[in-house]
């Protein structure tokens, strides 16, 4: 889940370099591309997996 959150915020922060706009302050190529590092690692780091730790078969 979270690795196709960070393809999204990695793709607009990519249109947004391209075309030299930002929409604010808030919203640079940079601090996308920083969200999109903290989404990929979170997904690395197994947060946002189906998995559940208490169940067993």
């Known amino acids: ?4 959150i960070a393809a999204v ?3 607009l922060a990519l249109i947004l370099d ?3 706009v930002s929409a604010s302050d808030a919203f640079t190529p ?3 591309l920083t969200a999109g590092l903290l ?3 979170l997904h690395l780091a197994g947060i ?3 998995r559940r730790w208490g ?3």
Do not use: E, P, V
Not at 1 to 4: D, G, N, S, V, Y
């Open 39 to 41: 989404c990929l690692a």
């Open 30 to 32: 940079q601090t996308l």
């Open 48 to 50: 946002g997996s189906a």
């Open 9 to 11: 915020i990695f793709g």
């Open 18 to 20: 391209w075309a030299n």
């Open 1 to 4: 889940m979270f690795a196709i």
């Open 55 to 57: 169940r067993r078969r």
